[in-house]
């Protein structure tokens, strides 16, 4: 009403306050607008997120997404880093949990259907650290074993990068922390586990399994009899501890629980009798040897 009065009373104004009137609505609806993206932005609260991460455990960022009502990428960052979440090392990064969901083993990893995270962070994080904090450093292989997905790639880069350190040994790349005293006593060790017996060598390192060493494994267990062979692939489950039941009857050609057999006679200290090769009344019966009629 006052913009129109003065208006009315000034012609000369009228170009002026429209302009005027332009551009207070133009203000009104940036602040409008502004507005509308906060009110946005609290809906998509952190309790909700928790909820879901609660209910599912791990989810992808489209599955977020579509949870929270599709929230720009920002917002949903926004919220997730409130919460204090992780990306997984496996699956290119593609899920996420938080940190308190997370249920760490003793090396830092925590896997939920298939999915690994590392409370370090992302593959080439995680390598680092495990290498790091090793006795005898890490071949490949080894590390494979332990974060469940290839890591070649990811040593390579880091010893290029000059974050890790690698020597030979009998032929396989080790690798082993950057920091020089650290090395050192990884190499010592690796020097003493290298004195193992073959099969837990053969075992702990699969590039050093040659056709030659397991041939040569397989003969030697051949010439023992059935307690001596079991009572062997015991002795060399118990140097591997958890899983060498398995991976010991893989190497011999054994049945697993013949090795678990031998493992806990072993614990048992059950070796009586350890001339016998079948149980009493086993075999054939006895034949009397014919004596020729007079």
Not at 145 to 154: E, F, N, W, Y
Not at 223 to 247: F, I, T, V
Request: glycine fraction near 6%.
């Amino acid at each position: 009403m006052r913009v129109s009065m003065m208006v009315l009373l000034n012609p000369h104004c009228t170009i002026i306050g429209g302009f005027s009137i332009m551009r207070t609505l133009a203000l009104t609806n940036m602040i409008l607008r502004a507005n509308i993206l906060i009110m946005n932005t609290t809906k998509y609260h952190l309790q909700a997120l928790k909820q879901f991460f609660d209910r599912h455990k791990i989810a992808t960022l489209d599955q977020l997404r579509e949870a929270l009502g599709n929230p720009a990428r920002c917002t949903l960052f926004r919220k997730l880093h409130d919460l204090q979440y992780l990306s997984s090392y496996s699956h290119r990064g593609k899920y996420y949990t938080l940190k308190s969901i997370a249920r760490f083993s003793e090396k830092g990893l925590w896997s939920y259907h298939s999915v690994w995270f590392s409370r370090f962070g992302n593959l080439l994080q995680t390598c680092q650290s495990l290498v790091h904090h090793s006795d005898a450093g890490y071949s490949a292989s080894e590390l494979k074993d332990i974060v469940q997905v290839k890591t070649k790639h990811a040593l390579s880069q880091l010893v290029g990068e000059g974050r890790l350190a690698r020597e030979t040994f009998n032929s396989v790349y080790v690798y082993l922390s950057a920091q020089k005293e650290v090395a050192s006593r990884q190499i010592q060790a690796r020097r003493a586990f290298l004195q193992q017996s073959p099969a837990s060598l053969i075992v702990a390192n699969p590039d050093l399994a040659t056709d030659e060493a397991k041939a040569l494994l397989i003969l030697f267990c051949s010439m023992l009899n059935e307690k001596q062979r079991r009572l062997y692939a015991g002795l060399e489950s118990l140097k591997l501890g958890h899983g060498g039941d398995a991976h010991i009857a893989s190497i011999l050609g054994m049945d697993p629980h013949t090795v678990a057999k031998g493992r806990k006679e072993l614990m048992g200290a059950d070796l009586t009798d350890t001339d016998r090769l079948r149980t009493p009344g086993a075999g054939r019966p006895s034949q009397e040897k014919k004596r020729r009629k007079s």
